[in-house]
């Protein structure tokens, strides 16, 4: 989980390796916002071999929430931001995630279909379809809707998610609680 996983890696990583990096945390964050993830926090976050991210825990999708404190959809750790920053990296990052979700924007409809055939019986269509709507923008012109997703990618990593933060700690300390009676 990314709660164990050194970020500093990444001022050490290649050129390339960095790249790859950002395409999968890109895809990941995008992914998870469109498909509603709640419940974020670094154990829901997994890094395999320093070179892909990528989301755990489904429980709670199309914007159902956990219950208390829940992270913002697309929750970046402030110290990844930081860190790409450093690298020069974090315009690559942002446009990488704008880019996803305009990829996966065009395709709504199809998304839409396949995730009422892939969830039947689990969530409801409704439930689904306003979730997507309200993800993809659909009220919104292209233009606007990347504005949206620069301003909330920009929102998930500033030293203001007091939310964050505050699952992240009551997570960890569950953690820790489960650990010690083992």
């Not at 498909?35 to 991210?53: E, Q, T």
């Amino acid at each position: 989980p990314l709660r164990t996983y050194d970020l500093k890696q990444l001022l050490s990583m290649s050129v390339q390796g960095l790249g790859g990096f950002i395409a999968s945390a890109a895809g990941s964050f995008i992914a998870g916002h469109i498909c509603g993830l709640g419940d974020r926090h670094k154990s829901n976050i997994m890094v395999y071999d320093n070179r892909a991210l990528f989301q755990l825990d489904f429980h709670h999708i199309f914007g159902i929430k956990a219950s208390g404190v829940d992270a913002p959809p697309i929750a970046v750790p402030l110290e990844m931001k930081e860190l790409l920053k450093k690298r020069q990296a974090w315009d690559s990052f942002r446009h990488q995630c704008a880019h996803a979700f305009l990829v996966l924007r065009r395709s709504m409809g199809t998304i839409m279909q396949l995730s009422r055939l892939l969830f039947a019986g689990i969530v409801p269509d409704t439930r689904i379809e306003e979730h997507l709507m309200f993800a993809f923008m659909s009220s919104k012109t292209e233009a606007e809707a990347l504005m949206e997703i620069y301003r909330q990618i920009d929102f998930a990593a500033s030293a203001l998610k007091v939310t964050k933060h505050i699952k992240d700690y009551a997570h960890t300390k569950k953690m820790q609680k489960t650990e010690t009676r083992r």
